[in-house]
């Protein structure tokens, strides 16, 4: 082997090796893992209730558009369905 192909191969070890020092610092540790997992919008029992309903109405809606002949109707149902938000406020 040259040179340069063990010198290329001691520079890609090295750099994976300060990429996995880096990473292995920068991770949370299992307490803040714990921490972040409870916070999740998912563990809170109204805002997954909020998205439930968010999700049927969205569902409804493309279901009445896709069933509508009528192209321009189905694309006014996708454009003001009840989870559009205006003016900075959700429906």
């Known amino acids: 082997m040259s040179r340069v192909t063990i010198l290329a191969s ?3 070890v090295g750099a994976l090796g300060v ?3 880096m990473f292995s610092v920068i991770s949370p540790g299992e ?6 997992i409870q916070n999740f919008p998912e ?3 109204v805002r997954m209730e ?3 309903r968010r999700n049927a109405l969205v569902m409804q809606s493309l279901k009445d ?3 509508d002949s009528d192209l321009e109707r189905a694309f006014e149902v996708a454009r003001n369905g ?6 900075g406020h959700q429906k």
Not at 82 to 87: A, G, I, Q
Request: hydrophobic share 30%.
């Open 43 to 45: 563990a809170n029992p």
């Open 50 to 52: 909020d998205t439930r």
């Open 65 to 67: 558009a896709a069933e």
């Open 31 to 36: 307490e803040r893992k714990k921490e972040l």
């Open 19 to 21: 990429g996995y020092t």
């Open 10 to 12: 001691k520079v890609l």
């Open 82 to 87: 009840p989870w559009v938000c205006r003016k």
